[in-house]
């Protein structure tokens, strides 16, 4: 059985959340888009820790229906008023810019001016983030506190940005299993300076791919790392072939925060890896929400599209658009923390484990119960009240061992973790009471 | 797409509710039973607003288990006092005589008399509705309290009723669409004067027939006034190939008071039209109960018997017998309202507009989300917390149209209007992004 | 029909409380284990009720997993103090030796006896229920508030017992039936002076089975008294083919008490058993818990065992482990009242009766509904709001009787108790409304 070993066991329960968190803040600063030298620089922090392979698709490449826009890159901004103060600098917070604005250096009235702000009028302390990736446009993002501050005189209004042909970076990672079946991770790298959204997600995966090199595992493991909705849909577009050999998956975001945890389940909605997420949830002793597909959210809307319908879900803390640091610049690195960090890396393990795990067992005695006492594998002495507990997970793996349960099927109907039920299985099949092969039948 | 014109939005959402009331008010007065001129009375009525075609069925003859009795009329009746005051008279109330009462012309004293009269001691102002079709015998009925301050005197008591050789009336109206598949719109007329059991319906009936003139639908929709369960029975007994046609009904009773509304399903349970009902009901704006079939209720009853099974449902306001008016005195004009009748209307249409157009499309770009934005489709500024909302409807018809949904299956699992989500699937469908036949195959 | 006649009606409905609670009452004092003369004598007390068939299993004979083990028996034992005071005496209570205790025969100081003796300190005027089949052990049970208050000096222990080669003993009862499919009623017969777990069972099943005799029955009932898990499993294995008859089982234990009742769900889940008990319980006017099949109680674990998977359910009242009485020298003849005792037996043969009449009937005029008036089986005067009542079973029984609904299903869909639809039936049936084969088959 895969995995069982002690560096298993370390994998799934090693805490991380320091050098998670320490990743996340390391690529918080820089300014990513869709395409552009922000993503290649985070995708270069990740591939100090993991041999990344970076692809870069063109310029005007059609990826089915869409077609790679021109790169977009941004070296300074600024809104200097009359007495030559930056009023607001991209230098503070690359925020201030909305993402994919071209390139303008003029100078206006504040009227004028005013067109071209976001602000939050609910939240006046905080930046909006606003992108127009695909109509030319510019704009600034700002407090509105500061924005109702803002005089009546001209402004000199500079974006020293360029959009021209170039492409668009995603980067992978592959752990090969025995087979060529995959587990797809994939997190979105093409959000600035929002810790939780993503840069806790990208580091999260960083680091989880990084401490799978040397498990011998079932599955191949596959980590992308590429730009929301149009580097997905590249992604795919290149990797048909592949994308078939996807069994599992999971997209990864807001993974750093305090809330949830939060699963979104697979379009399929019977997926073993919504079996999977919703045993560990159950199990964790915190307060998870499950909600059914919709197909609004981030990637698992391309993924879960129905030409290719793969079983990939969504793992969040809170959920998107339901707290009011989301697309803001409250979503810093306050906003995160190690400890939620490792909590969110242990519940990945603990699904992957019971992803690899889930195997089909048959009882080799099924009629009627094994004498599980001669093999010491039961309390001794009879009638206590209490002395069934502990033997429940072996009475119900012996029983629905039929070779129509598999352990997570057990588990669910159990109401047992699965890594309860895993090892009591190991301990069965020692004894000879499990066999991966039906009675007769050489596996 | 049927009905997608101007005329049908017309159809869709015009105010009867005065039209509706005055021909309810019209037809009020009238006495009717399951046989007699009262019936046809009402259906010159109705035939006075559309084509009906009125058939007249023999006393006598078979249809199926039972045979139509005789013809039953009836000119006046009433009960004189000592002193020549009629103290109950006919020609206050057709309710104050039993139905299918045979003729009487006797003097009785009290204590004979009461056990021919009929009251509510719980409703002591109210005259009940009583009928005894199959057993010959007489009564009257009258408010308990007047039956209280009865005098023990001698009464002179008079039905002049006849009940002789005659024929059973009902009439049928048949909208043709482009197929002979037929949606069978059915209201009893056996009633007297009931005003929300069943003028209401035999008005809101009429005007949806006369409302369909000229409009181009994809089912023929019949409808059918008909007394209530032998007049059903007739009809279905002499309609045996027709009633194969039928693949979507409605009963319809009760549709003017300020209750419900309540739908009752199918036997079936999960017809088309439970389904569209649904859809239509929970998204009404109002509080809706929906509740299983049961082998009680109106002539669903015939229509879901186990050898026709018919995809029949009963719509109404207040469930029936669930309301003190009910079959009583207080269900007269003052109990339904033109604005009861409209809002019934409107949720009959609706519910037609979901059958004409539950159609199944087909994705035409299935393979990761077609881009809306450069079709003008899609808020052009991202990050927007809210600009998601308005896009929903559109991302669930595209996840959701591969083959195996219908727009109103998209609609209930996406939780949205039918009406919105035929809409939107209109505007996709015209910018090429819906197919009504799966791609390569011609439609 | 089989039982229709007033003997059936006797069966289904005496009283006969006083009767069990007497044969339990006779055989609590004794002391039984899984093997030896207290089984054997429990046994004979049955037989004089009722043919039983009594079977010896050898010590030494493999039944699947298990071996048969020593035969246990015990004459007397004691514990005496410095005084030669029996502070502690089997023959007070049966319940003060372990089960299976080796003989010993030694003077301990009390440090030492402590080690060997079980109290219950949480319930400390209580003994215990103990038990050491499998590993060679002895012990005694006390009242904790006893075990306190025991001197500090030297104690004669005396278990005067033997475990030697013999066999163990089970009985069995046939009732036999117009077929070899049968009904599997057992009792586990192991427990020593526990009254409700389960001398209660043993003398229901006792009466139960008394009572068939002479009544003509579709099935046949086999009745099994055999000592708990290796009883069942003994006779599993020496009966595998007659195992696969069991077409319907109930294992019986605690049925005397005040608590439930409890119905535990077979491993199938949807058994005719599983619909039988739970409309008989639904409809008892008692608060009855039905909970779902799991691998943890009486011998349902051995019938339920994969390589069987027989649809055996669990009857109790209070479940087992639910209640401080459990196991424990309260569980005596005051826990138990005659009352309860006579409610069980209703249940079990309500449940017979649901098993023996469940047939499926064809309704013989399927097209709309029969005129049940002509027939005399219609309330006569239409028109009153509460003569719909007393027909819905017929209009149930007739909209349902389509071929693929059983009078169970029926029952269960029309939330009625199954006697009413029963008899309903046969009313509907001697009037030709229901066949039992489809028209134009002959039976």
Redesign the interface.
Known sequence: MTGAGPTWRQFITEDLGADIFALAAKIYPICRSITGNGVRETLREVASHIALQVSEVPTGTQ????TIPREWNIRDAYIKNERGERVVDFARSNLHVMSYSVPVRRRLALAELKQHI?TLPDQPDLI????????ENWAFCMAHSQFERLQDETYEVVINSSLSDGSLTYGEYLHRGETEDEFLFSAHVCHPSLANDNCSGIALLTHLAKRMAGLETRYSYRFLFAPG?IG??AW??RN?AKARRIKHGLVMSMVGDAGGPTYKKT?RGNAKIDQAMMNVLRHSGLAPAVIDF???GYDE??Y??????LPVGLFQRSKF?SIPE??TSADNLEFIRPEHLSQSYRLMTETIDAIENDVIYY?T???????L??RGLYG??????NS?AA??AM??I?????GMHSLLDIAER?DLPFAVVRSTAYILAEHGLLSSSPAGVSA
Chains 1, 2, 3 share one sequence.
């Open positions: 990826v089915f229906d869409w976001h909006p983030y606003r992108t127009s990736y695909y109509a909705t997905a849909i795919l577009a048909e379009r919709s197909p609004y809307r391309q879960c599209s129905p030409g290719f319908n658009g989301y697309h009882n005695l099924p009629k009627c119960e094994p004498q006492g001669k001794a002495i009879g009638g206590d009240k069934a033997n429940m009475l119900w012996l029983n629905l061992s039929d159990a």
